[in-house]
């Protein structure tokens, strides 16, 4: 499964982003979507997760209150709607597959996008 992170950008503190993670190819091996972010000189962290089973989501308590995870399985597309965003969201945002129903783990995932980009700054 091959897969596209898109929706990325230069956003002012308390502003909005909507980040999209489109699946292609054989869709029906991956259960769990995933998103994780990097910030320059940390380590990747867990952001946030959706099951496949149930569509139940999952949030770091970073964001928990601020970002909401939602998924169109007729479109195989994951959207990370970001609220409120604070500088310390800046990073780049990976989303992540993974054949377990649904992971905070990183060594959980099998499939990752490529990355996109959120700056929060004055």
């Known amino acids: 499964v091959q897969l596209q992170a898109s929706g990325g950008g230069l956003v002012q503190p308390g502003g909005s982003l909507r980040l999209s993670c489109a699946a292609s190819?054989?869709?029906?091996?991956?259960?769990?979507i995933g998103w994780f972010r990097q910030a320059p000189g940390k380590e990747r962290e867990w952001v946030s997760c959706?099951?496949?089973?149930?569509?139940?989501?999952h949030y770091a308590d970073s964001v928990k209150g601020r970002f909401t995870l939602s998924r169109d399985n007729a479109k195989n597309t994951v959207y990370l709607q970001m609220n409120s965003l604070k500088p310390e969201d800046t990073a780049v945002y990976y989303c992540?597959?993974?054949?377990?129903?649904?992971?905070?783990?990183?060594?959980?995932?099998?499939?990752w996008g490529q990355g996109t980009q959120v700056t929060v700054s004055s």
């Open positions: 190819g054989d869709t029906s091996e991956y259960y769990g």
């Open positions: 959706i099951s496949s089973s149930d569509g139940s989501t």
């Open positions: 992540a597959a993974t054949i377990i129903d649904y992971s905070m783990r990183i060594d959980d995932y099998d499939y």
